[in-house]
């Protein structure tokens, strides 16, 4: 159990690091990653599933507990950040990447892929990225 809630890092970092990923491509690249809307949209959304995924298989084990940025990120090992993870921050991720995701695939059908398309699905990307470690760094365990 104990290195199963180590994955729990992951649940935030996988959207965000496509995002990026792929925004730097947008950088180099920019007609080509303009023109490949379809592959962009599906790496994102199946980027937010796998967290959704990764999510649901912590709320099936009930694993719970805590996670120190401090021990996998360099960048925050002199801050006191920790991920709250219990059932219902676990339930809440599933289900804003779950929304998040229909709503991409709406926005996918519905809106013409036209040049700044790719931008605008990274930057919902990068804000529903940071949405999820916002809910992981609440403590919803006093309302349970």
Do not use: C, W
């Not at 199963?4 to 996988?14: G, R, V």
């Amino acid at each position: 159990m104990e290195n199963s809630i180590n994955i729990s890092i992951l649940i935030p970092l996988i959207p965000m690091g496509m995002s990026l990923f792929i925004l730097i491509l947008l950088l180099s690249f920019n007609r080509t990653m303009n023109r490949l809307t379809k592959p962009v949209s599906a790496l994102l959304i199946f980027s937010l599933l796998s967290s959704a995924l990764i999510s649901s298989f912590l709320y099936l084990k009930k694993i719970e507990g805590e996670v120190f940025l401090s021990n996998y990120l360099k960048l925050f090992e002199n801050s006191n950040l920790v991920l709250h993870l219990n059932s219902l921050t676990e339930k809440i991720v599933i289900f804003f990447t779950v929304i998040m995701a229909i709503v991409i695939g709406f926005l996918f059908y519905k809106l013409p892929r036209q040049k700044g398309y790719v931008s605008m699905i990274v930057g919902i990307i990068l804000i529903s990225s940071s949405v999820i470690f916002a809910l992981m760094f609440l403590d919803f365990s006093v309302l349970i």
